[in-house]
Protein backbone atom coordinates (compact mmCIF):
# COMPACT_ATOMS: atom_id res chain seq x y z
CA UNK A 1 0.00 0.00 0.00
CA UNK A 2 1.02 3.36 -0.96
CA UNK A 3 1.23 6.40 0.87
CA UNK A 4 -0.40 9.61 -0.38
CA UNK A 5 1.58 13.19 0.21
CA UNK A 6 -0.51 16.21 0.89
CA UNK A 7 0.85 18.14 -2.39
CA UNK A 8 0.96 14.94 -4.88
CA UNK A 9 -1.06 12.80 -6.59
CA UNK A 10 -2.09 9.44 -4.19
CA UNK A 11 0.00 7.00 -5.78
CA UNK A 12 -2.96 5.18 -6.90
CA UNK A 13 -3.84 2.52 -10.35
CA UNK A 14 -4.58 6.20 -12.10
CA UNK A 15 -1.75 8.00 -11.28
CA UNK A 16 0.29 4.91 -12.70
CA UNK A 17 -1.28 3.85 -15.94
CA UNK A 18 -2.55 7.62 -16.92
CA UNK A 19 -0.43 9.10 -19.81
CA UNK A 20 1.86 11.72 -18.50
CA UNK A 21 1.04 15.26 -18.54
CA UNK A 22 3.32 18.47 -17.17
CA UNK A 23 2.40 22.04 -17.00
CA UNK A 24 4.56 25.37 -15.64
CA UNK A 25 3.52 27.25 -13.07
CA UNK A 26 2.32 30.83 -13.34
CA UNK A 27 4.80 33.44 -13.94
CA UNK A 28 4.31 37.00 -14.80
CA UNK A 29 1.18 39.48 -15.59
CA UNK A 30 -1.20 38.13 -17.98
CA UNK A 31 -4.90 38.87 -18.87
CA UNK A 32 -7.32 37.07 -20.69
CA UNK A 33 -10.96 36.89 -21.31
CA UNK A 34 -11.88 34.36 -18.49
CA UNK A 35 -9.62 33.12 -15.86
CA UNK A 36 -10.75 29.46 -14.82
CA UNK A 37 -9.55 28.17 -11.42
CA UNK A 38 -9.43 24.32 -10.63
CA UNK A 39 -8.12 21.45 -13.36
CA UNK A 40 -10.89 19.46 -12.64
CA UNK A 41 -13.76 18.03 -15.30
CA UNK A 42 -15.59 20.73 -14.68
CA UNK A 43 -12.52 23.30 -15.39
CA UNK A 44 -11.14 22.11 -18.11
CA UNK A 45 -14.51 21.13 -20.00
CA UNK A 46 -15.32 25.14 -19.61
CA UNK A 47 -12.01 26.10 -20.63
CA UNK A 48 -12.26 22.99 -23.76
CA UNK A 49 -15.88 25.13 -24.52
CA UNK A 50 -14.25 28.42 -24.12
CA UNK A 51 -11.32 28.32 -26.02
CA UNK A 52 -12.92 26.29 -29.31
CA UNK A 53 -15.53 29.58 -29.26
CA UNK A 54 -12.50 31.21 -29.48
CA UNK A 55 -12.26 33.09 -26.64
CA UNK A 56 -9.10 33.23 -24.60
CA UNK A 57 -9.01 31.37 -21.42
CA UNK A 58 -6.45 30.46 -18.62
CA UNK A 59 -6.70 27.60 -15.69
CA UNK A 60 -4.71 27.87 -12.56
CA UNK A 61 -4.17 24.69 -10.43
CA UNK A 62 -3.06 24.74 -7.32
CA UNK A 63 -1.42 21.17 -7.68
CA UNK A 64 -1.27 18.93 -10.79
CA UNK A 65 -4.33 18.42 -13.32
CA UNK A 66 -6.82 15.99 -11.33
CA UNK A 67 -5.36 16.22 -8.16
CA UNK A 68 -8.55 17.07 -6.59
CA UNK A 69 -11.39 14.32 -6.87
CA UNK A 70 -11.43 14.06 -10.61
CA UNK A 71 -8.36 12.24 -10.36
CA UNK A 72 -9.24 10.17 -7.64
CA UNK A 73 -12.77 9.32 -8.87
CA UNK A 74 -13.83 5.30 -9.40
CA UNK A 75 -14.16 5.90 -13.29
CA UNK A 76 -18.02 5.60 -13.60
CA UNK A 77 -19.53 7.83 -16.16
CA UNK A 78 -23.31 7.14 -15.29
CA UNK A 79 -26.32 9.06 -16.45
CA UNK A 80 -27.88 11.68 -13.74
CA UNK A 81 -27.24 11.69 -10.34
CA UNK A 82 -26.95 9.52 -7.59
CA UNK A 83 -30.51 11.02 -6.13
CA UNK A 84 -33.77 9.57 -7.44
CA UNK A 85 -34.96 11.48 -10.21
CA UNK A 86 -38.19 12.25 -7.99
CA UNK A 87 -36.38 13.89 -5.10
CA UNK A 88 -34.75 15.82 -7.42
CA UNK A 89 -37.67 17.30 -8.90
CA UNK A 90 -38.77 17.57 -5.39
CA UNK A 91 -36.15 19.69 -4.41
CA UNK A 92 -35.46 21.70 -7.46
CA UNK A 93 -38.94 22.04 -8.81
CA UNK A 94 -40.30 20.29 -11.95
CA UNK A 95 -39.10 23.03 -14.08
CA UNK A 96 -35.55 22.01 -13.12
CA UNK A 97 -35.73 18.90 -12.09
CA UNK A 98 -36.58 17.54 -15.54
CA UNK A 99 -34.33 20.20 -17.00
CA UNK A 100 -31.56 18.82 -15.10
CA UNK A 101 -32.86 15.06 -15.53
CA UNK A 102 -32.92 15.82 -19.27
CA UNK A 103 -28.94 17.06 -19.12
CA UNK A 104 -27.69 14.90 -16.82
CA UNK A 105 -29.20 11.94 -19.02
CA UNK A 106 -26.71 12.44 -21.95
CA UNK A 107 -24.24 13.33 -19.82
CA UNK A 108 -22.12 10.59 -21.14
CA UNK A 109 -22.67 11.13 -24.66
CA UNK A 110 -21.06 14.25 -24.05
CA UNK A 111 -18.36 12.58 -22.00
CA UNK A 112 -17.83 9.79 -24.62
CA UNK A 113 -18.28 11.97 -27.51
CA UNK A 114 -14.99 14.50 -26.51
CA UNK A 115 -12.98 11.20 -25.94
CA UNK A 116 -13.89 9.87 -29.19
CA UNK A 117 -13.21 13.90 -30.63
CA UNK A 118 -9.93 14.23 -29.25
CA UNK A 119 -8.59 10.82 -28.81
CA UNK A 120 -8.21 10.88 -25.51
CA UNK A 121 -6.44 7.49 -24.26
CA UNK A 122 -8.52 6.22 -21.06
CA UNK A 123 -9.20 3.37 -21.13
CA UNK A 124 -13.12 4.25 -21.99
CA UNK A 125 -15.61 1.70 -22.41
CA UNK A 126 -19.00 2.41 -23.25
CA UNK A 127 -21.31 -1.10 -22.06
CA UNK A 128 -23.19 0.32 -19.04
CA UNK A 129 -23.26 0.11 -15.35
CA UNK A 130 -24.91 -1.92 -12.81
CA UNK A 131 -26.74 -0.49 -9.90
CA UNK A 132 -27.05 -3.49 -7.82
CA UNK A 133 -29.11 -4.91 -4.59
CA UNK A 134 -27.94 -7.05 -2.42
CA UNK A 135 -31.02 -7.59 -0.18
CA UNK A 136 -35.20 -6.85 -0.29
CA UNK A 137 -34.56 -3.57 0.54
CA UNK A 138 -32.23 -2.86 -2.26
CA UNK A 139 -34.31 -4.44 -4.69
CA UNK A 140 -37.58 -2.62 -3.32
CA UNK A 141 -34.98 0.55 -4.14
CA UNK A 142 -34.10 -0.47 -7.78
CA UNK A 143 -37.84 -0.91 -8.48
CA UNK A 144 -38.65 2.69 -7.01
CA UNK A 145 -35.95 3.84 -9.03
CA UNK A 146 -36.32 1.86 -11.95
CA UNK A 147 -39.94 3.25 -12.63
CA UNK A 148 -39.11 6.16 -12.39
CA UNK A 149 -36.62 6.07 -14.87
CA UNK A 150 -38.03 4.65 -17.48
CA UNK A 151 -41.21 6.93 -16.55
CA UNK A 152 -38.92 9.60 -18.16
CA UNK A 153 -37.95 7.34 -21.58
CA UNK A 154 -34.54 6.12 -20.14
CA UNK A 155 -33.83 2.79 -22.23
CA UNK A 156 -32.60 0.93 -18.56
CA UNK A 157 -33.20 -2.48 -18.17
CA UNK A 158 -34.54 -3.89 -14.69
CA UNK A 159 -32.68 -7.32 -13.89
CA UNK A 160 -33.65 -10.65 -12.12
CA UNK A 161 -31.07 -12.36 -9.74
CA UNK A 162 -30.03 -14.60 -12.63
CA UNK A 163 -29.02 -12.04 -15.06
CA UNK A 164 -27.12 -10.25 -12.46
CA UNK A 165 -25.52 -13.28 -11.20
CA UNK A 166 -24.50 -13.62 -15.27
CA UNK A 167 -23.13 -10.53 -15.50
CA UNK A 168 -21.39 -10.24 -12.16
CA UNK A 169 -20.74 -13.20 -11.74
CA UNK A 170 -21.27 -13.31 -8.16
CA UNK A 171 -24.44 -14.30 -5.92
CA UNK A 172 -24.31 -11.81 -3.48
CA UNK A 173 -26.68 -9.07 -5.62
CA UNK A 174 -30.20 -10.30 -6.12
CA UNK A 175 -31.09 -8.20 -8.60
CA UNK A 176 -29.75 -5.35 -10.51
CA UNK A 177 -30.97 -1.74 -13.07
CA UNK A 178 -28.73 -1.95 -15.98
CA UNK A 179 -28.24 1.37 -17.73
CA UNK A 180 -26.45 1.26 -21.65
CA UNK A 181 -25.66 4.79 -21.20
CA UNK A 182 -23.30 4.32 -18.98
CA UNK A 183 -19.65 2.97 -18.96
CA UNK A 184 -16.00 3.15 -17.23
CA UNK A 185 -13.06 5.72 -18.04
CA UNK A 186 -9.91 5.81 -16.92
CA UNK A 187 -10.52 9.13 -14.66
CA UNK A 188 -7.02 10.65 -14.39
CA UNK A 189 -6.62 10.06 -18.12
CA UNK A 190 -9.52 11.61 -19.20
CA UNK A 191 -9.15 14.46 -17.17
CA UNK A 192 -5.58 15.15 -18.57
CA UNK A 193 -6.89 14.34 -21.97
CA UNK A 194 -9.64 17.09 -21.35
CA UNK A 195 -6.41 19.25 -20.67
CA UNK A 196 -4.45 18.26 -23.29
CA UNK A 197 -7.27 19.00 -25.72
CA UNK A 198 -8.06 22.59 -24.20
CA UNK A 199 -4.43 23.58 -24.90
CA UNK A 200 -4.67 22.13 -28.17
CA UNK A 201 -7.71 24.51 -29.32
CA UNK A 202 -6.12 27.29 -27.68
CA UNK A 203 -6.65 27.45 -23.90
CA UNK A 204 -3.36 27.98 -21.52
CA UNK A 205 -3.31 25.82 -18.27
CA UNK A 206 -0.64 26.21 -15.67
CA UNK A 207 -0.10 23.98 -12.61
CA UNK A 208 1.50 24.68 -9.22
CA UNK A 209 -0.59 28.05 -9.28
CA UNK A 210 -2.49 28.28 -6.04
CA UNK A 211 -4.93 31.94 -6.31
CA UNK A 212 -3.83 33.58 -3.43
CA UNK A 213 -6.03 36.52 -3.95
CA UNK A 214 -8.59 37.54 -6.31
CA UNK A 215 -10.06 41.40 -6.96
CA UNK A 216 -12.47 43.67 -9.21
CA UNK A 217 -11.34 46.82 -10.05
CA UNK A 218 -14.14 48.58 -12.28
CA UNK A 219 -15.34 45.48 -13.91
CA UNK A 220 -12.01 43.37 -14.58
CA UNK A 221 -10.48 41.01 -12.42
CA UNK A 222 -7.12 40.46 -10.81
CA UNK A 223 -6.30 36.91 -9.65
CA UNK A 224 -2.93 36.62 -8.02
CA UNK A 225 -0.88 33.69 -7.55
CA UNK A 226 2.65 33.50 -5.79
CA UNK A 227 4.92 34.25 -9.51
CA UNK A 228 1.82 36.33 -11.29
CA UNK A 229 -1.28 37.60 -12.10
CA UNK A 230 -3.87 37.16 -14.52
CA UNK A 231 -6.07 39.84 -15.56
CA UNK A 232 -10.00 38.85 -16.89
CA UNK A 233 -13.61 40.04 -17.28
CA UNK A 234 -14.56 36.70 -15.62
CA UNK A 235 -13.93 33.81 -13.74
CA UNK A 236 -15.06 30.71 -12.93
CA UNK A 237 -13.84 28.56 -9.60
CA UNK A 238 -14.29 25.09 -10.35
CA UNK A 239 -12.63 23.75 -7.42
CA UNK A 240 -15.42 21.66 -5.84
CA UNK A 241 -14.63 19.14 -2.87
CA UNK A 242 -11.11 20.70 -2.82
CA UNK A 243 -12.16 24.59 -2.22
CA UNK A 244 -10.33 26.04 0.17
CA UNK A 245 -9.68 29.63 1.82
CA UNK A 246 -10.22 31.57 -1.35
CA UNK A 247 -14.02 32.42 -1.01
CA UNK A 248 -14.81 31.10 2.55
CA UNK A 249 -18.49 30.32 1.78
CA UNK A 250 -17.66 27.82 -0.58
CA UNK A 251 -16.18 24.96 1.38
CA UNK A 252 -18.19 25.99 4.34
CA UNK A 253 -21.23 24.51 1.76
CA UNK A 254 -20.60 20.99 1.46
CA UNK A 255 -20.10 18.26 3.64
CA UNK A 256 -16.87 16.73 2.82
CA UNK A 257 -16.76 12.97 2.63
CA UNK A 258 -13.96 10.50 1.63
CA UNK A 259 -14.42 7.81 -0.62
CA UNK A 260 -11.51 4.97 -1.05
CA UNK A 261 -10.24 2.47 -3.40
CA UNK A 262 -8.21 -0.32 -3.43
CA UNK A 263 -6.91 -2.04 -6.79
CA UNK A 264 -5.58 -5.81 -7.19
CA UNK A 265 -2.92 -7.22 -9.46
CA UNK A 266 -3.96 -7.82 -12.96
CA UNK A 267 -6.15 -11.31 -13.00
CA UNK A 268 -5.68 -13.71 -15.08
CA UNK A 269 -7.84 -14.89 -18.08
CA UNK A 270 -9.92 -17.73 -16.63
CA UNK A 271 -10.88 -15.82 -13.30
CA UNK A 272 -11.68 -12.56 -15.82
CA UNK A 273 -13.79 -15.02 -17.56
CA UNK A 274 -16.21 -15.27 -14.64
CA UNK A 275 -15.88 -12.08 -12.50
CA UNK A 276 -17.83 -8.72 -14.37
CA UNK A 277 -17.64 -10.71 -17.93
CA UNK A 278 -18.75 -8.08 -19.66
CA UNK A 279 -16.81 -4.84 -17.78
CA UNK A 280 -19.43 -3.44 -16.70
CA UNK A 281 -18.87 -0.79 -13.48
CA UNK A 282 -20.94 -1.38 -10.55
CA UNK A 283 -22.72 0.63 -7.61
CA UNK A 284 -24.62 -0.94 -4.52
CA UNK A 285 -27.76 0.39 -3.05
CA UNK A 286 -26.00 -0.62 0.75
CA UNK A 287 -26.63 1.98 3.47
CA UNK A 288 -22.73 2.60 2.25
CA UNK A 289 -22.38 2.39 -0.83
CA UNK A 290 -19.28 -0.15 -2.36
CA UNK A 291 -18.73 0.40 -6.70
CA UNK A 292 -16.89 -2.41 -8.06
CA UNK A 293 -15.09 -2.36 -11.54
CA UNK A 294 -12.16 -3.81 -13.71
CA UNK A 295 -9.67 -1.63 -15.13
CA UNK A 296 -8.01 -2.42 -18.91
CA UNK A 297 -5.28 -4.87 -17.34
CA UNK A 298 -8.33 -7.15 -15.27
CA UNK A 299 -7.41 -5.67 -11.91
CA UNK A 300 -10.32 -5.47 -9.64
CA UNK A 301 -10.92 -2.40 -7.72
CA UNK A 302 -12.98 -2.31 -5.16
CA UNK A 303 -14.48 1.32 -3.22
CA UNK A 304 -16.40 2.80 -0.73
CA UNK A 305 -16.74 5.29 1.71
CA UNK A 306 -13.29 6.19 3.71
CA UNK A 307 -10.38 7.41 4.04
CA UNK A 308 -6.93 5.57 3.37
CA UNK A 309 -3.78 6.88 5.06
CA UNK A 310 -1.26 5.80 7.06
CA UNK A 311 -2.18 3.68 10.55
CA UNK A 312 -4.84 1.22 11.49
CA UNK A 313 -7.39 3.06 9.55
CA UNK A 314 -5.75 1.78 6.12
CA UNK A 315 -5.62 -1.52 7.28
CA UNK A 316 -9.13 -1.87 8.21
CA UNK A 317 -10.14 -0.42 5.36
CA UNK A 318 -8.14 -3.08 3.30
CA UNK A 319 -9.75 -5.74 5.79
CA UNK A 320 -12.97 -4.63 5.07
CA UNK A 321 -11.95 -4.93 1.34
CA UNK A 322 -10.32 -8.24 2.01
CA UNK A 323 -13.77 -9.33 3.29
CA UNK A 324 -15.84 -8.20 0.69
CA UNK A 325 -14.21 -9.68 -2.26
CA UNK A 326 -14.30 -13.52 -0.17
CA UNK A 327 -17.97 -12.77 0.08
CA UNK A 328 -18.21 -11.99 -4.21
CA UNK A 329 -16.29 -14.08 -5.38
CA UNK A 330 -15.23 -17.10 -2.75
CA UNK A 331 -13.60 -18.68 -5.47
CA UNK A 332 -10.66 -15.83 -5.64
CA UNK A 333 -8.19 -16.48 -3.67
CA UNK A 334 -7.13 -13.33 -1.21
CA UNK A 335 -5.60 -10.60 -3.17
CA UNK A 336 -2.55 -8.38 -2.59
CA UNK A 337 -3.46 -4.48 -3.05
CA UNK A 338 -0.88 -3.21 -5.18
CA UNK A 339 -2.43 0.31 -4.78
CA UNK A 340 -5.25 1.70 -2.77
CA UNK A 341 -6.48 5.59 -2.66
CA UNK A 342 -8.96 7.94 -1.51
CA UNK A 343 -10.20 11.31 -2.52
CA UNK A 344 -12.79 13.74 -1.49
CA UNK A 345 -16.61 14.03 -2.25
CA UNK A 346 -18.23 17.41 -1.93
CA UNK A 347 -21.75 16.20 -0.34
CA UNK A 348 -24.01 19.36 -0.40
CA UNK A 349 -26.98 19.32 1.72
CA UNK A 350 -29.44 17.88 -0.65
CA UNK A 351 -27.53 15.91 -2.47
CA UNK A 352 -28.08 18.00 -6.12
CA UNK A 353 -25.11 20.91 -7.27
CA UNK A 354 -25.61 23.97 -6.49
CA UNK A 355 -25.09 26.98 -9.35
CA UNK A 356 -23.78 30.12 -7.54
CA UNK A 357 -22.99 33.55 -8.91
CA UNK A 358 -20.28 34.53 -6.24
CA UNK A 359 -19.75 38.17 -7.19
CA UNK A 360 -20.34 39.75 -10.75
CA UNK A 361 -18.83 38.13 -13.27
CA UNK A 362 -17.62 34.98 -11.10
CA UNK A 363 -19.54 31.63 -11.19
CA UNK A 364 -19.39 28.10 -9.51
CA UNK A 365 -20.69 25.24 -9.62
CA UNK A 366 -20.34 22.42 -6.79
CA UNK A 367 -21.47 19.79 -4.46
CA UNK A 368 -21.86 16.77 -7.20
CA UNK A 369 -21.95 14.15 -3.86
CA UNK A 370 -20.47 11.35 -6.07
CA UNK A 371 -21.02 12.11 -9.22
CA UNK A 372 -18.53 14.04 -11.06
CA UNK A 373 -17.58 12.92 -14.58
CA UNK A 374 -21.01 13.07 -16.48
CA UNK A 375 -22.57 16.63 -14.26
CA UNK A 376 -18.72 17.89 -13.87
CA UNK A 377 -18.02 17.88 -17.40
CA UNK A 378 -21.93 18.83 -18.74
CA UNK A 379 -22.02 21.67 -15.89
CA UNK A 380 -18.69 22.96 -16.86
CA UNK A 381 -19.59 23.43 -19.98
CA UNK A 382 -22.72 25.18 -19.57
CA UNK A 383 -21.00 27.53 -17.61
CA UNK A 384 -19.05 28.41 -20.42
CA UNK A 385 -22.16 28.30 -22.83
CA UNK A 386 -23.43 31.03 -20.22
CA UNK A 387 -19.98 33.28 -19.92
CA UNK A 388 -20.53 32.98 -24.21
CA UNK A 389 -24.20 34.59 -23.74
CA UNK A 390 -26.38 31.55 -23.61
CA UNK A 391 -28.96 33.46 -20.85
CA UNK A 392 -28.32 32.28 -16.93
CA UNK A 393 -31.88 31.38 -17.30
CA UNK A 394 -31.47 28.67 -19.64
CA UNK A 395 -28.60 26.63 -17.73
CA UNK A 396 -30.24 23.68 -15.81
CA UNK A 397 -29.87 24.60 -12.32
CA UNK A 398 -30.82 27.41 -10.81
CA UNK A 399 -28.95 30.35 -9.61
CA UNK A 400 -28.73 30.23 -5.31
CA UNK A 401 -26.99 32.03 -2.79
CA UNK A 402 -24.20 30.00 -0.81
CA UNK A 403 -25.35 28.69 2.34
CA UNK A 404 -23.18 27.37 4.75
CA UNK A 405 -23.84 24.50 6.41
CA UNK A 406 -23.51 25.19 10.36
CA UNK A 407 -23.35 21.39 11.45
CA UNK A 408 -20.77 20.66 8.34
CA UNK A 409 -18.21 19.75 10.85
CA UNK A 410 -20.67 16.87 12.96
CA UNK A 411 -22.45 15.85 9.62
CA UNK A 412 -18.29 14.92 8.49
CA UNK A 413 -17.65 13.11 11.54
CA UNK A 414 -20.99 11.38 11.62
CA UNK A 415 -19.97 10.33 8.31
CA UNK A 416 -17.21 8.53 8.50
CA UNK A 417 -17.58 6.58 11.91
CA UNK A 418 -21.05 5.67 10.62
CA UNK A 419 -19.33 4.36 7.95
CA UNK A 420 -16.49 2.79 10.11
CA UNK A 421 -19.45 0.56 11.45
CA UNK A 422 -21.13 -0.21 8.76
CA UNK A 423 -17.89 -1.81 7.68
CA UNK A 424 -17.20 -3.30 11.14
CA UNK A 425 -20.70 -5.19 10.66
CA UNK A 426 -20.54 -6.29 6.92
CA UNK A 427 -16.94 -8.06 8.17
CA UNK A 428 -18.78 -9.78 11.48
CA UNK A 429 -22.10 -11.08 9.07
Not at 124 to 132: C, E, K, P, V
Not at 354 to 365: E, K, N, S, V
Amino acid sequence: MKNQAATALPDSLWAASAPSFQADALQGDHSCDVVVIGAGFTGLACALELAEQCTSVIVLETQQVGFGGSGRNVGLVNAGLWLEPDKVNATLGDDYGNRLYQELSTSPSRVFSLIDRHGIECEAQRRGTLHLAPNACGLRELDRRAEQLASRGAPIQRLGSEKTVELTGSTYYKGAIFDPRAGTIQPLAYVRGLAKAAISAGAAVYERSPVVSATQHHGQWRVATPGGTVTAERVVIATNGYSAGLIPSMPASFVPINFFQCATQPLDKALLKRILPQKQGCWDTGLVMTSLRLDRAGRLIIGSVGEIHDGAQSGFLTAWANSMLKKFYPFLAPQPWSYCWSGRIAYSSDHVPHLHQLAPGMITTLGYSGRGIGPGTAMGTWMAKYLLGTPIESLPLPVTDVQSIKTRKIQALYYARGSDLYHISQRLL
